[in-house]
C-alpha cells in the first residue's frame, strides 16, 4: 500500500509540500531563536543578515 502511494504523483506532491512548510518552520524558529539568544540580534540585525542571505539568489 505504501509503495503505491509513492508512485502516485499527486500524493508525493501533497508529501513534498507539508515537508517543505514542516523543515521551513523549523528551520526559521531555530534561526530567530539562536540569533535573539546566543548572538543578541535585534530585529534591524535579523533583517540585514536574511537580505545578505538572498543576495546570492539574484545573482
Known amino acids: 500500500m505504501l509503495k503505491n502511494l509513492f508512485k502516485s504523483r499527486i500524493a508525493l506532491l501533497y ?18 531563536n539562536y ?4 548572538a ?7 533583517g540585514i543578515l536574511q537580505n545578505l542571505r538572498e543576495i546570492p539568489g539574484f545573482f
Open 15 to 32: 508529501i513534498m509540500s507539508i515537508s517543505m512548510v514542516f523543515s521551513s518552520s523549523v528551520w526559521m524558529s531555530l534561526l530567530n
Open 35 to 38: 540569533v535573539i539568544e546566543v
Open 40 to 46: 543578541f540580534f535585534n530585529g534591524g540585525q535579523i
